[in-house]
C-alpha cells in the first residue's frame, strides 16, 4: 500500500523499514507478547516486549502522521487521536503487567491488537487513498 504510493522503491539491501514493514513488525511483536504472558515469562521479559512494541509503534505513528500533515490529510485529527488512545492503551497493559495481572492484560493486547488491524485496515488505508488521489492529480496536470 504505503511503498508504491509514496514512489519509493526500497532496495532489499536497506535497512530502514517501509510503512508495511513496519505494520507486519508491529504485528510480530503483538503476537510474541501474547506468547509470552501465555507461557509466563517472567515480568521483566514481558516489559521488554511491551516497550519494544511500544518503539515501534510510536516510530510508525510518528512517520504515518508527518505523511499526513505533508499531504493535508483532512481526518487527520481523528486519525492522531487514535494512536495517542492505542498509547493509552499500552500503558494500561504495562500497568496490569507490573501488577501480576497477567490474564487482563493479555485480554487488553489482544482487544489493542484487534484496534491495530483494523485501524491499519481502514483508518491508514484512507490517508494512502488521499495521497494517492492527490499524486494522481499532480500527474494529471
Request: contains cysteine; proline residues 2%; aromatic residues 4%.
Amino acid at each position: 500500500m504505503w511503498d508504491s504510493l509514496l514512489g519509493r522503491h526500497v532496495p532489499k539491501e536497506r535497512l530502514e523499514l517501509t510503512l508495511d514493514q513496519e505494520h507486519g513488525h508491529i504485528n510480530l511483536l503483538i503476537c510474541a507478547l501474547e506468547s509470552q504472558m501465555q507461557n509466563g515469562a517472567p515480568i521483566l521479559e514481558q516489559l521488554f516486549a511491551l516497550q519494544l512494541l511500544e518503539s515501534f509503534l510510536r516510530a510508525n505513528c510518528v512517520t504515518e502522521e508527518a505523511i499526513m500533515d505533508e499531504c493535508s490529510f483532512p481526518l487527520s485529527k481523528s486519525h492522531k487521536e487514535e494512536h495517542r488512545s492505542h498509547y493509552q492503551s499500552l500503558e494500561v497493559i504495562s500497568r496490569k503487567i507490573n501488577a501480576s495481572m497477567t490474564k487482563e492484560a493479555a485480554a487488553d493486547l489482544i482487544a489493542l491488537h484487534q484496534e491495530l488491524l483494523a485501524h491499519i485496515r481502514h483508518k491508514d488505508q484512507e490517508v494512502a487513498d488521499w495521497k494517492r488521489r492527490q499524486v494522481d492529480g499532480l500527474l494529471d496536470s
